[in-house]
Nanobody
Framework: QVQLVESGGGLVQAGGSLRLSCAAS????????MGWFRQTPGKEREFVAA???????YYADSVKGRFTISRDNTKNAVYLQMNSLKPEDTAVYYC????????????????????WGQGTQVTVSS
């Protein structure tokens, strides 16, 4: 069983920055593929960013160049640095973990992840 706890959300003006953190339990964290997703009311959860156990990263086009995903295996943590925030980035952000090994380095679909955090709200005002 893996528990994920997000933090760092809040209210920020457009153009500002936030850093989300996700603390994970589990002895084999360094082997997990990790991801960030976001969801707004009435919409499906959408992929934001992913990082493999080997530090390969992948981003949704909508955040590429503005967001950076990283991980610290010594702290069992994954981060999402969000810069140049836009009102359309407003959403609940979820951390996810894939504990099963697969053929790819990173994963972008909800069903490919095994565990989820409770989410943290990010609100960007115009």
């Amino acid at each position: 069983q893996v528990q994920l706890v997000e933090s760092g959300g809040g209210l920020v003006q457009a153009g500002g920055s936030l850093r989300l953190s996700c603390a994970a339990s589990g002895r084999a964290f360094s082997d997990y593929a990790m991801g960030w997703f976001r969801q707004t009311p009435g919409k499906e959860r959408e992929f934001v960013a992913a990082i493999s156990w080997s530090l390969i990263t992948y981003y949704a086009d909508s955040v590429k160049g503005r967001f950076t995903i990283s991980r610290d295996n010594t702290k069992n943590a994954v981060y999402l640095q969000m810069n140049s925030l836009k009102p359309e980035d407003t959403a609940v952000y979820y951390c996810s973990a894939r504990t099963t090994h697969g053929a790819r380095h990173y994963y972008t679909a909800e069903y490919e992840y095994d565990y989820w955090g409770q989410g943290t709200q990010v609100t960007v005002s115009s």
